[in-house]
């Protein structure tokens, strides 16, 4: 074992205890383990948030996207700004909503909002489809550390495998909070990381950050622009709006608002956390670094091209470190997503089809669901071989689908109906299924559409059906009876 | 809706408007490409306006005594 692997082995035993000291205070109740006791102050909130900032993706998936592709990385750095513009005002009545009910999940506040528990079903089950690709890519980011940080020694399987038990017993072993005590050292880590080789390996390998672009500007002209066709500069607009709406529709961050201690604290994130996320900047410059110094990785192999020129730059103790923090940004929102998933599924799936579960077998059954959910992701990240930054985009493509439903609830009088709602949804995920399984996109659809239409996201048109069905079927089921949300928000 | 909520739509404008009238690399922005360093800008304008719009909410009162 190499001093690299051993300084990554610290950090996970350092992150498990952290888990048990951080348990041991508490009692674990459902809504103990979940959401924390809604107790959770500002800079606790912020961090759980800001937790899904600094996550595998940004660590190893920005760098190869930026490595790879070059142009379209950006998106990554304006997607999550809007999002927070967004949570402003979405947020606040959310959590208010949430408190009022006594609510722990993000399909209880669909089910309650539309008085369906039909619809709470349907977006429990969007929600998990939705994290497979989200929880693969943290796998995919763990076995890729270990593989680079053994120099080998290690299979990319083998890694995963490992990766996904330590995950596991991370949270069976310390629910929430954990993650929440994690997420501080994670980013204490992360930051440090990522501001020194920011600006450390432009400067060691070309005097400068300007003189870094401007290298790879004469390499490779054009790869910092967006191109004509393809990633062009639609797709860019297209999927920044659609992972900006979808931002706060995943399970794991819906579910995070819930454990703010008042509706203040939103606001005041949505002014600080965008620029949290300039630390991408950073890794940007890594990654286009990397891009001229250790060139010839093609598709899912960019994604070590973070680790590469690490290891090719500095000695393994650094590679260790490096390590150690890409393992942190795996491990809390891994746990994070691996726990929603599987009290998603014991609690809005089963229970309701159930009737009459007790909270009790519903926290066992979620609990016997994590190494389940485990499985499963452990076997699509060694089977496929996708960028991360692919994986979260598709992933994307499913959980914005709950984005129009959920802003309809939030207004004073609900334009749309539950069955407009839950049509709406199954339209869109059913256009996201359809484009992604026959490979279509508009431009094969649609070969006379301009390409500035071509280019589009296939997940902002699977929304713009929704859109269409959500208003044509609430008009057409609305007339039948008085609507929902004339019922006040309270 | 309060008048000032709507100065929420210039970061989506402004982080758009770059790259759509302009897709080049150069001028460079910060020793950064054109967009990203337009981007770049439109970070720390977007912090700006939320808290400009957040001072002029009303709501920031009751959020004071909430804070305790």
Redesign the interface.
Known sequence: MNIALVLIAIATVFALVLGIVARSRHEMSLEQWTVGGRRFGALLVFLLLAGEIYTTFTFLGASGYAYGLG?PA?YI??YG??A??IS??MLPKVWTYARSHKLVSQPDFFARKYDSPALGVLVALVGVIALVPYLVLQFTGLGVIVQAASYGAVSKSLSMIIGAVVVTLYVVISGIRGSAWTAVAKDIMIISVAAFLGFYLPIHYYG???NM??AV?VAKP?F???AAHGQS?SW??ST?LLTALGFFMWPHTFGACYTAR???VF??N???L??Y??VM?LI?FVGFTAALVVPGLKGAATNISLLKIVVAAFPPWVVGIVGAAGVLTALVPGSLIMMSAATLFARNFVAPLRGGQSDETTVLLAKFLVPVVAVIGCYFAISGSSTIVALLLMGYNFVTQLFPALIASLLPRNPATKEGAFAGILAGVGTVVFLVLTHETIGTLLPGLPDVVKDFNVGIVALLVNLVVLVVVSAVTAGRRLPLASQPTK | MKPTSWLAIIPFIGMFAGPILHNSVTPFILGMPFILGWITIWVFLTSAIMAVLYWFDPVRLTDKEDAR
Do not use: S
Request: aromatic share 22%; net charge positive; no cysteine.
């Open positions: 142009a950006y750095l304006a700004t809007l927070y513009v402003y005002f400068g950050i300007g672009f401007a500007n054009g910092l622009a967006f500069l860019f607009v920044t008042n509706e203040a606001r005041k949505a002014i600080v965008p620029l996320q300039l900047l940007f």
